[in-house]
């Protein structure tokens, strides 16, 4: 079975920190592309960054600059370095992997969200 597992949401300051992190198992990793898409209430899931399985990296134009996204193929994890935060980066962040071969979209993973609150 298939599971993508996130943690280190939680409740940040404005201008502070947090770093996502997402464990995969149950398939091979190092092939898929990775990314972090979040929802906020009475909004529709959005791209926050993604990760190529060769490394190339694209952000959405709201979090250039501040968050980062990295992964460890040998620790089958990604992740999303969030600094400067906003309270309206308030939201569940969600990991997906795709397995893409070609143009086929084969896989398509998610995983069960973790909530990222920005409040003073």
């Known amino acids: 079975q298939v599971q993508l597992v996130e943690s280190g949401g939680g409740l940040a300051q404005p201008g502070g920190s947090l770093r996502l992190s997402c464990v995969g198992s149950?398939?091979?990793?190092?092939?898929?592309?990775m990314g972090w898409h979040r929802q906020a209430p009475g909004k529709q899931r959005e791209l926050v960054a993604a990760?190529?399985?060769?490394?190339?990296?694209n952000y959405a134009n709201f979090v250039k600059g501040r968050f980062t996204i990295s992964r460890d193929d040998a620790k089958r994890t990604v992740y999303l370095e969030m600094n400067n935060l906003k309270p309206e980066d308030t939201a569940v962040y969600y990991c997906n992997g795709v397995l893409v071969i070609g143009t086929q979209r084969l896989r398509d993973y998610w995983g069960q969200g973790t909530q990222v609150t920005v409040s003073s």
């Open positions: 990760i190529t399985s060769d490394g190339t990296t």
């Open positions: 149950g398939t091979t990793f190092y092939n898929y592309d």
